[in-house]
């Protein structure tokens, strides 16, 4: 079965500072990577996904991500955080196979960002 | 607007209190699933459907129950509830069963169970 580690639990910056949130997954096949955010008392959105094609991914709201194969990573970055980024992130794989299509998630990673 | 509506949005019962959870979608999507969603644990899947009448279990299902007699509700049933049921629960959508569909989330329903 498929797993998720997202390394930071709880990140602090400060407006403008940069942004590098962790994503390591384990499986042996090919999977779909996404990055769902989660605004304080919202339900989960979707920022970005990649399926194939350029590892460089961009999404919602200056938000990008780089899928490296040998590493099996899914970083999230934004080059400027902004005080309405504050929520929780989550990245999540699925498989490419047919089956039951569940999102494997993440621990999540609470980002405040303080102004 | 295409949006997946979940009822009660919270939810304080007792153990042992048969509650349901609704969950409805005006995508015409074909696969629903339900996620519970714990401090430290991320989202875990409780049950999903891929259709109506075909229903299977998740990560985590021992305790709930659900069904898909139409294809637009999938409805949460927790029969006997116990504290360790008390969580954040999400009902997702989306149009088929390929990775490539995105899942499309609920708003939340917060229950506790005391």
């Known amino acids: 079965a498929q797993s998720v580690s997202q390394h930071n639990h709880h990140v602090i910056l400060s407006e403008a500072a940069s942004l590098e949130l962790g994503c390591n997954y384990s499986?042996?096949?090919?999977?779909?990577l996404f990055w769902y955010v989660q605004y304080p008392g919202q339900h989960l959105q979707l920022l970005l996904k990649?399926?194939?094609?350029?590892?460089l991914v961009k999404g919602i709201k200056g938000f990008e991500a780089e899928f490296i194969k040998s590493k099996f990573s899914f970083n999230l970055r934004k080059p400027s955080v902004q005080w309405s980024d504050t929520a929780e992130y989550f990245c999540?794989?699925?498989?490419?196979?047919?089956?039951?299509?569940?999102?494997?998630f993440g621990s999540g990673t609470r980002l405040q960002v303080q102004p | 607007e295409a949006q997946v509506t979940q009822n009660p949005r919270y939810l304080i019962t007792v153990t042992g209190k048969k509650l349901t959870v609704t969950c409805s979608q005006n995508?015409?999507?074909?696969?629903m699933s339900w996620y519970r969603q714990d401090p430290g644990l991320g989202l875990r899947q409780i049950y999903y459907?891929?259709?109506?009448?075909?229903?299977d279990k998740g990560d985590v299902p021992e305790g709930y129950k659900v069904s898909r007699k139409e294809k637009r509700n999938f409805p949460l049933i927790l029969e006997s509830p116990s504290p360790n049921q008390t969580s954040l629960y999400f009902c997702?959508?989306?149009?088929?069963?390929?990775?490539?569909?995105?899942?499309?989330f609920g708003p939340g329903t917060r229950l506790t169970v005391l």
């Open positions: 999540a794989v699925t498989p490419m196979e047919r089956g039951r299509r569940a999102l494997t």
């Open positions: 990649y399926f194939s094609g350029d590892p």
């Open positions: 995508m015409n999507h074909e696969y």
């Open positions: 459907s891929m259709n109506v009448e075909v229903t």
């Open positions: 997702a959508s989306s149009s088929g069963m390929s990775s490539y569909n995105e899942q499309f």
């Open positions: 499986y042996g096949g090919t999977v779909n």
